[in-house]
């Protein structure tokens, strides 16, 4: 596993991962709009130089949060190493916390950031709604069923 900076990344490699993920060139939260060439990030190559996960995030006031986290094999370590980096990255720059985003019917996200000391510390209900409306491609139900609403914050202080 070799995790480089997504700025050494061929910008059209990134742009495509992002979207296989994302659908799109773009993150919406209540926090805000994103684009992905924007970010700083980092990503995982495997053996053929081909993405396997990529983090982006922003730094900001002494706060970091990561706008996105993605791994084509959950299990395999990609994303608490991305994880790390971001955190250790983090620390150099004085941060107090890190906080991640994601919607209530991201079970497996929840868990992942719990199960590494992140804790809840802030719900947006209905945030989905307004992300919507500068993104309507934003699915209404997962493919679980659950409705997707609300902002689920995740903070880890560091």
Same mark, same amino acid.
Request: contains cysteine.
């Given at each position: 596993?070799?995790?480089?900076?997504? !700025?050494?990344?061929? =910008?059209?490699?990134?742009?495509?991962?992002?979207?296989?993920?994302?659908? $799109?060139?773009?993150?919406?939260?209540?926090?805000?709009? /994103?684009?992905? =060439?924007?970010?700083?990030? /980092? =990503?995982?190559?495997?053996?053929?130089?081909?993405? $396997?996960?990529?983090? $982006?995030?922003?730094?900001?006031?002494?706060?970091?949060?990561?706008?996105?986290?993605?791994?084509?094999?959950?299990?395999? &370590?990609? &994303?608490?190493?991305?994880?790390?980096?971001?955190?250790?990255?983090?620390?150099?720059?004085?941060?107090?916390?890190?906080?991640?985003?994601?919607?209530?019917?991201?079970?497996? =996200?929840?868990? /992942?950031?719990?199960? !590494?000391?992140?804790?809840?510390?802030?719900?947006? !209900?209905?945030?989905?709604?307004?992300?919507?409306?500068?993104?309507?491609?934003?699915?209404?139900?997962?493919?679980? &069923?659950?409705?997707? !609403?609300?902002?689920?914050?995740?903070?880890?202080?560091?």
């Amino acid at each position: 596993m070799q995790i480089i900076a997504k !700025r050494m990344i061929a =910008a059209d490699t990134v742009k495509s991962f992002f979207v296989e993920h994302w659908e $799109t060139t773009q993150v919406v939260f209540s926090i805000g709009k /994103f684009h992905y =060439a924007e970010l700083e990030g /980092f =990503a995982v190559l495997d053996e053929n130089d081909e993405i $396997t996960g990529m983090v $982006t995030y922003k730094i900001e006031d002494h706060q970091c949060e990561i706008i996105s986290l993605n791994s084509e094999h959950e299990k395999h &370590g990609v &994303g608490s190493s991305l994880l790390y980096v971001i955190e250790n990255i983090a620390k150099e720059k004085n941060c107090h916390s890190i906080k991640a985003i994601t919607t209530n019917d991201n079970l497996q =996200a929840l868990k /992942f950031f719990q199960k !590494r000391g992140y804790v809840i510390s802030e719900i947006v !209900r209905n945030a989905v709604e307004e992300s919507r409306k500068a993104k309507p491609e934003i699915p209404f139900y997962s493919r679980d &069923g659950i409705p997707i !609403r609300d902002e689920i914050i995740l903070e880890k202080l560091l």
